[in-house]
């Protein structure tokens, strides 16, 4: 079956601080790969896709087929990226379903 | 525009009662997903819609829980005889279709079955 495995459930940093938040996935397949991010009070949001190869809010997460990791990474972490994040995975062939990983809850202390 | 809505966005109830949980998607959205965020299990998926027909209701955790979707739009997910380990938050997401567009989320409903 197919898992998305994060193994910190709390990772804290102070700010400016690089942060990397660990995501690993099994299946043997090709998947899509999503970083989803919930602030405080406020709804699940997308924060990027793999397939986009995009910088948001100066996270990057590179997909590693070799390692099935998809880590997020900041080089300086900010206050405001105090959060839940998740990482999440789709399989194109099952209508879209999200399967998410447990999440890490990121704090960043100033 | 308007996001994704869901309501109640609080419910209480007592064990063994039935509840339905709405979902308004967003406008034009034509898939319409269900999901369960709970202490113990994380999010979990449990149903999704391509317009009203439920292609995946593999994650339904049983045959308490049901949802329908009219009219390609609003969507109720029903809980029969309501359980103790039912308690959760209960999240709907739409995207534009199926498979590989982002999915955006509503805000929830909490339930708490006493």
């Known amino acids: 079956a197919q898992r998305v495995t994060q193994p910190e459930k709390l990772l804290s940093v102070f700010k400016g601080a690089p942060v990397e938040l660990k995501c690993n996935y099994s299946y043997s397949g090709s998947p899509e790969l999503f970083w989803y991010v919930q602030y405080s009070r406020q709804r699940l949001q997308l924060l990027l896709r793999?397939?986009s190869r995009e910088s948001i809010k100066g996270f990057t997460a590179d997909l590693n087929k070799g390692e099935t990791s998809f880590h997020l990474k900041k080089p300086f972490a900010q206050e405001e990226d105090s959060a839940m994040y998740y990482c999440a995975l789709t399989l194109g062939n099952q209508g879209g379903k999200l399967i998410f990983g447990q999440g890490t809850e990121l704090s960043v202390k100033p | 525009g308007a996001g994704v809505s869901q309501s109640p966005s609080n419910k209480v109830t007592e064990k063994g009662k039935d509840v339905e949980l709405r979902c308004d998607p967003i406008s034009g959205h034509t898939a319409l997903y269900w999901y369960r965020q709970s202490l113990g299990q994380g999010l979990e998926f449990l149903i999704y819609f391509q317009g009203n027909s439920a292609p995946d209701k593999s994650g339904l955790p049983s045959d308490r829980f049901s949802a329908e979707r009219t009219g390609g739009s609003v969507s109720t997910l029903t809980i029969q005889r309501t359980q103790q380990e039912d308690s959760a938050v209960y999240l709907c997401?739409?995207?534009?279709?199926?498979?590989?567009?982002?999915?955006?989320f509503g805000p929830g409903t909490r339930l708490t079955v006493l």
């Open positions: 793999h397939i």
């Open positions: 997401a739409s995207s534009l279709v199926a498979f590989t567009d982002t999915q955006y």
